[in-house]
């Protein structure tokens, strides 16, 4: 058994929160607090200079985490601290994407420069305007005016990027206004008023088709559209909508009734939608629905933290969790309680939090003073812990399994920060 001294994340630090839904990122610990409910959160006021400027949306690209405030500036959250990175006329696109083994992150809209982000720092580029972006294939797929350009990268360097044009799809206007871009099995979506097109891009040749689609409307379409599994999930003014087989339809979920009201941004994995939401009389949780059996339940829960895009739950329980390696989504569904792990007689021998925050890792933070201890992680799999000096430690348990079907597991303590 290995002890490894050093610190797991980039600070301990504690912070005063609101008494409203709060959402975390454990990487770079910045926080953000929800002051009323409403489509806005506003950055709360920790360590250097973060923005007291409300949030019209946030992104987790790349590993780093970047929002956007209403007076049109994009910032970057650090540790304890966010940085201007320029200034958008309008709500932008971030993307990611690999050149000689390094990860180049990019800002663009239909302003005329780009932002980019590297390791060097934030960089003014000269670009073309878009009004949506989106990487598949290879290739770098904009829409501006109802024309979807793709183009491909063939060289950059931190001084200038330069791209080769392909070509221009024009979208007729009978179809309405482009709303929104997705990939999918292969196909790059491009959803409008009226109807879905895809492009399908094999190699060189690029087939661009048309399926219109039954029931299609702007504002079925205009809320988020991620993928779970073989259907499109996306919420819109408090209802949940699929596309599935070529049809978008409502699904009547227990946000009708209006005791819940999204709070934060959704997640899916394994066929299940999740959301986090406040009830009226301000208790907080999870909506979740399963979309092959058509089950559906809110959890409760003290505050829904993200955490690297998977869920932790601070009440000693992880009942769901949407994991990411790298910009991938994984996803496991795993139900551990308290009850499950036996940490001995003494009442101090508990488990503070259980954190899912990447692929086949899970850390439990335990304290406390161990003999020989049992952790019960799962029916007839054991862990023996023996020796441990008294001070805090975190438990951590790596598996090659993404169902947690608990095997090859390796054990590590690591001495917690004070």
Same mark, same amino acid.
């Given at each position: 058994?290995?002890?490894?001294? #050093?610190?797991?994340?980039?600070?301990?630090?504690?912070?005063?929160?609101?008494?409203?839904?709060? %959402?975390? &990122? @454990? +990487? /770079? $610990?910045?926080?953000?607090?929800?002051?009323?409910?409403?489509?806005?959160?506003?950055?709360?006021?920790?360590?250097?200079?973060?923005?007291?400027?409300?949030?019209?949306?946030?992104?987790?690209?790349?590993?780093?985490?970047?929002?956007?405030?209403?007076?049109?500036?994009?910032?970057?959250?650090?540790?304890?601290?966010?940085?201007?990175?320029?200034?958008?006329?309008?709500?932008?696109?971030?993307?990611?994407?690999?050149?000689?083994?390094?990860?180049?992150?990019?800002?663009?809209?239909?302003?005329?420069?780009?932002?980019?982000?590297?390791?060097?720092?934030? #960089?003014?580029?000269?670009?073309?305007?878009?009004?949506?972006?989106?990487?598949?294939?290879?290739? %770098?797929? &904009? @829409? +501006? /005016? $109802?024309?979807?350009?793709?183009?491909?990268?063939?060289?950059?360097?931190?001084?200038?990027?330069?791209?080769?044009?392909?070509?221009?799809?024009?979208?007729?206007?009978?179809?309405?206004?482009?709303?929104?871009?997705?990939?999918?099995?292969?196909?790059?979506?491009?959803?409008?008023?009226?109807?879905?097109?895809?492009?399908?891009?094999?190699?060189?040749?690029?087939?661009?088709?048309?399926?219109?689609?039954?029931?299609?409307?702007?504002?079925?379409?205009?809320?988020?559209?991620?993928?779970?599994?073989?259907?499109?999930?996306?919420?819109?003014?408090?209802?949940?909508?699929?596309?599935?087989?070529?049809?978008?339809?409502?699904?009547?979920?227990?946000?009708?009734?209006?005791?819940?009201?999204?709070?934060?941004?959704?997640?899916?994995?394994?066929?299940?939608?999740?959301?986090?939401?406040?009830?009226?009389?301000?208790?907080?949780?999870?909506?979740?629905?399963?979309?092959?059996?058509?089950?559906?339940?809110?959890?409760?829960?003290?505050?829904?933290?993200?955490?690297?895009?998977?869920?932790?739950?601070?009440?000693?329980?992880?009942?769901?969790?949407?994991?990411?390696?790298?910009?991938?989504?994984?996803?496991?569904?795993?139900?551990?309680?308290?009850?499950?792990?036996?940490?001995?007689?003494?009442?101090?021998?508990?488990?503070?939090?259980?954190?899912?925050?990447?692929?086949?890792?899970?850390?439990?933070?335990?304290?406390?003073?161990?003999?020989?201890?049992?952790?019960?992680?799962?029916?007839?799999?054991?862990?023996?812990?023996?020796?441990?000096?008294?001070?805090?430690?975190?438990?951590?348990?790596?598996?090659?399994?993404?169902?947690?079907?608990?095997?090859?597991?390796?054990?590590?303590?690591?001495?917690?920060?004070?």
């Amino acid at each position: 058994m290995k002890k490894v001294i #050093r610190k797991i994340f980039a600070s301990k630090k504690k912070y005063s929160l609101s008494q409203n839904l709060t %959402l975390t &990122s @454990t +990487l /770079n $610990n910045v926080v953000i607090e929800k002051d009323k409910i409403s489509s806005s959160y506003t950055l709360s006021t920790i360590g250097k200079k973060l923005p007291d400027n409300k949030m019209l949306c946030s992104y987790l690209v790349g590993g780093r985490y970047f929002v956007y405030t209403e007076d049109n500036l994009i910032w970057e959250c650090k540790d304890n601290y966010a940085i201007p990175i320029g200034e958008v006329n309008s709500r932008p696109t971030i993307i990611s994407f690999m050149y000689q083994g390094e990860e180049k992150i990019l800002v663009a809209n239909n302003d005329e420069d780009a932002i980019l982000v590297s390791s060097n720092g934030y #960089r003014r580029h000269s670009f073309f305007s878009v009004d949506k972006m989106i990487l598949h294939a290879g290739r %770098l797929f &904009s @829409t +501006l /005016n $109802n024309e979807i350009s793709f183009t491909t990268l063939y060289d950059f360097d931190d001084a200038e990027i330069n791209f080769t044009p392909d070509g221009t799809i024009v979208v007729p206007k009978k179809y309405g206004n482009i709303v929104y871009l997705s990939v999918l099995d292969g196909k790059l979506y491009v959803f409008t008023e009226k109807a879905v097109f895809y492009i399908l891009c094999d190699g060189e040749s690029i087939d661009f088709k048309l399926k219109t689609l039954e029931n299609v409307c702007a504002e079925f379409i205009e809320g988020m559209i991620s993928k779970v599994n073989d259907r499109f999930m996306f919420i819109e003014k408090g209802r949940l909508y699929q596309l599935y087989n070529g049809t978008i339809s409502s699904v009547k979920t227990l946000l009708d009734n209006g005791f819940y009201e999204v709070c934060g941004e959704s997640a899916n994995f394994n066929g299940k939608y999740l959301l986090p939401v406040v009830g009226n009389d301000g208790k907080k949780g999870i909506f979740l629905y399963d979309t092959f059996d058509k089950t559906q339940a809110v959890i409760e829960c003290n505050d829904a933290i993200i955490c690297d895009g998977g869920f932790v739950f601070e009440q000693g329980k992880v009942e769901v969790a949407k994991l990411v390696d790298g910009n991938h989504i994984v996803g496991v569904e795993k139900s551990w309680k308290t009850d499950k792990v036996d940490l001995g007689s003494a009442k101090d021998k508990i488990i503070n939090k259980i954190y899912l925050c990447s692929k086949g890792v899970c850390l439990l933070r335990v304290s406390g003073k161990f003999g020989q201890t049992t952790f019960n992680v799962e029916a007839g799999k054991n862990i023996f812990v023996t020796n441990l000096p008294s001070s805090e430690y975190e438990f951590m348990i790596t598996t090659d399994s993404l169902d947690f079907g608990i095997r090859d597991l390796q054990v590590e303590f690591r001495e917690m920060e004070k």
